[in-house]
Nanobody
Framework: QVQLVESGGGLVQPGGSLSLSCAAS????????MGWYRQAPGMQRERVAV???????NYGDFVKGRFTASRDNGKGTVYLEMNGLDFEDTAVYYC?????????????WGQGTQVTVSS
């Protein structure tokens, strides 16, 4: 089992920056993907960025070079640096991890952290 705990988030003005962190505990050696998803009110959850164990990040189309995701495999942490935030980035951001265990693949989610972009 893997537990994910996010930190960061909050209120930021349009054009501002914000950083998110997520720390995994438990069977962190089983993790092969870590990243971030987000969900705005009334919308489906969408991929922000997912980073593989080699450090290669895959971003959602809406990111457009504004965000940078990275991870530290040894610490079981994943980070998201967000710049040029806009109103449409307001959402609950969830930490995500995928790992092997119990004979199969498992997906884990954090509790979510609110990011609000407002003037």
């Amino acid at each position: 089992q893997v537990q994910l705990v996010e930190s960061g988030g909050g209120l930021v003005q349009p054009g501002g920056s914000l950083s998110l962190s997520c720390a995994a505990s438990g069977s962190i050696l089983s993790i092969y993907l870590m990243g971030w998803y987000r969900q705005a009110p009334g919308m489906q959850r969408e991929r922000v960025a997912v980073v593989n164990s080699g450090g290669v990040a895959n971003y959602g189309d809406f990111v457009k070079g504004r965000f940078t995701a990275s991870r530290d495999n040894g610490k079981g942490t994943v980070y998201l640096e967000m710049n040029g935030l806009d109103f449409e980035d307001t959402a609950v951001y969830y930490c995500y991890a995928a790992g092997y265990g119990n004979g199969g693949e498992n997906v884990y989610w954090g509790q979510g952290t609110q990011v609000t972009v407002s003037s």
